[in-house]
């Protein structure tokens, strides 16, 4: 048998898709969880659950022992950069072959300081340049079927659209392609070491949503002419915080710029927001249900 690819935030959001599409290629796959009962729910006998946690080294050491590829996720949150950096250096010392990280968006990294996220992130994508382990980090921007939900129930509801970034342009990825393009990282012969910065085909803003959900919802959906101003209470939480300075840098702009790195390494191009909402409109959306109760 070969040597497991290890996922960590394997039951998360991204986690999920990539597990599945690991699985349906016949690969062996190891999960790191908190709720091994949850991950067993989720993916039955088709992966090895290795029950853990990022904050328990010796759990971390039994999850990496003997994997080849290690598939490097967590949440937003405090710890990121010593959960990540943990499961890394483990997975070097155990003999991992290769490192694919899912790391923050590029514009949240570069330039350093503007975002706690991005900084955790560069962190984590530092220490890995100092590991002797092939790996590589993708840097994808934000992901459509976190953000555009919400605009969907607004317009279903006749409301305005309404969000932190106002007129300014995203291009927004479709979290199946970051999937794709991870597993196919993982999977592939050979891989090119720098940050591969992934994003959807277009960038488009509010204006343009609504266009698309007027068409599709065969009806005017206005949009709010200010932005909501993002608030930050000083006792907030890590995760506010990053969501804070995300919307404060997305409205000025630094979200708005499209690359080809999902057509290159795929050999196809990414979804489209018009895509993703026409799916969704026409309830097929989910037409890859998620194996939890999360969608
Ligand atoms: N959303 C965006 O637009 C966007 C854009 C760019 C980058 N990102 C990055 O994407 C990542 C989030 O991805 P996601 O939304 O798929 O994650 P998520 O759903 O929030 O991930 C939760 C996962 O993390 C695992 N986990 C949490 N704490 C753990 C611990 N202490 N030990 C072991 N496992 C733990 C959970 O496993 P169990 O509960 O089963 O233990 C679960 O599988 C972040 O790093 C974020 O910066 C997001």
């Known amino acids: 048998m070969s040597a497991p690819v290890l996922v ?29 009962g949850h991950a067993r729910a989720l993916f039955g006998t088709s992966v090895e659950v290795a029950a853990g946690d990022f904050a328990d080294p010796v759990s971390v050491r039994a999850a990496v022992r003997g994997v080849g590829r290690l598939l490097l996720l967590s949440p937003l949150s ?7 950096i943990g499961v ?6 155990a003999g991992a072959t290769r490192i694919v ?15 706690i996220s991005g900084d955790a992130h560069a962190a984590v994508e530092w220490r890995l340049r100092g590991l002797p382990i092939e790996h590589v980090s993708l840097r994808p921007n934000a992901w459509m079927q976190v953000s555009l939900p919400n605009l969907i129930r607004q317009a279903e509801a006749g409301q305005m659209l309404s969000a932190g970034y106002c ?10 392609d970051i999937a794709d393009v991870a597993v196919h990282q993982l999977l592939a012969r050979d891989i090119v070491s720098k940050p591969a910065i992934l994003t959807g085909p277009a960038i488009v803003d509010l204006r343009a949503i609504a266009g698309i959900l007027a068409r599709l919802l065969h009806r005017p959906v206005a949009v709010a002419d200010a932005a909501v101003p993002a608030i930050i209470a000083t006792d907030a939480s ?42 969704h409109l026409t309830a097929a959306c989910f037409a890859e249900p998620r194996t939890g109760a999360r969608n």
């Open 8 to 36: 960590t935030g394997a039951t998360g959001r991204l986690g999920q898709l990539i597990v599945a599409r690991l699985v349906s290629k016949n690969q062996h796959v190891r999960v790191l969880t908190r709720r091994p």
């Open 78 to 84: 405090g710890t990121l950069s010593i959960d990540q």
């Open 88 to 93: 890394a250096e483990a997975a070097t010392a």
């Open 101 to 115: 990280k899912i790391s923050g968006s590029d514009w949240t990294i570069d330039p350093p300081g503007l975002s």
């Open 167 to 176: 007129g300014a342009g995203i291009a927004f990825i479709d979290e199946r």
């Open 238 to 279: 890590f995760e506010h915080r990053a969501v804070a300075q995300f919307k404060g840098l997305i409205a000025a702009g630094r979200a708005a710029y499209s690359t080809e790195a999902v057509s290159s390494i795929l050999g196809r191009a990414p979804r489209s927001v018009e895509q993703f909402l026409t799916e």
